[in-house]
């Protein structure tokens, strides 16, 4: 089992540009979450999925921000224009479910100049 | 609404002591209650979770929690601390699908 992959790890880009965030869960997982973590901040969820379907997207911080997942295998987080306070750790997690627990990438540490 | 308070900002405690990490819930019905572990640079792992049963739920890398209804808390605990355990630790609770994280609270071990 891979886990889940979060791609890329690194991201430094400038202000105004477009970032997407890529993330595949664990296969068989039907619930996929995206989460955002800063220091001020600590670890919030920005929107999750159930069976490919947006459920709860209260988090999203504002419409620069939108999450698509066009499969059970893959989800993008998309931030466009990007602004310096975006920069923050973006995580991706999955889980099967009915309590089970959600399972964690490791991140892509996001920098906007 | 759910929410879980972390009070400590950070715990120290010598290697070979009994480590204690506090947590709080306040939350409608039955809890689902878990704790993960962050280690620099990566993602949040699962630990341990309640969601029925035996109050006393033991978990990962030797760690156990303890969920007591009466006090609404779920402390994690281990008997002997490593230095291995400095990291970043998460109280989190939730319903079905969606879980509401704490602060997080750094665990400092010294040798």
């Known amino acids: 089992d891979a886990g889940v992959i979060q791609s890329p790890r690194h991201e430094v880009t400038e202000m105004g540009q477009e970032v997407t965030l890529r993330c595949k869960p664990i296969s068989g997982h039907n619930s996929l979450f995206w989460y955002r973590q800063t220091m001020m901040r600590g670890l919030e969820l920005l929107i999750y999925?159930?069976?490919?379907?947006?459920?709860?997207d209260s988090g999203m911080p504002e419409d620069r921000f939108s999450a698509k997942m066009p499969n059970a295998s893959f989800s993008t987080l998309k931030i466009q224009p990007s602004e310096p306070r975006d920069s923050a750790v973006y995580f991706c997690?999955?889980?099967?479910?009915?309590?089970?627990?959600?399972?964690f990438g490791d991140g892509t540490r996001l920098s906007i100049l | 609404a759910q929410s879980v308070a972390q009070p400590e900002d950070q715990v120290n405690v010598a290697e070979g002591n009994p480590l204690t990490v506090k947590c709080t819930y306040s939350?409608?019905?039955?809890?689902?209650l878990f704790w993960y572990v962050q280690y620099p640079n990566r993602g949040l792992q699962f630990l341990l979770k309640y969601i029925t049963g035996d109050n006393l739920v033991k978990g990962s890398y030797g760690f156990e929690a303890e969920f007591n209804k009466s006090q609404t808390s779920f402390h994690l605990k281990k008997p002997s601390a490593l230095v291995s355990d400095s990291a970043l630790y998460f109280c989190a609770s939730g319903g079905f699908q969606k879980l509401v994280f704490g602060t997080g609270t750094r665990l400092l071990v010294s040798p």
């Open positions: 999925f159930n069976n490919n379907v947006p459920i709860d």
């Open positions: 997690a999955s889980s099967p479910g009915g309590g089970q627990p959600q399972h």
């Open positions: 939350v409608s019905g039955n809890p689902y």
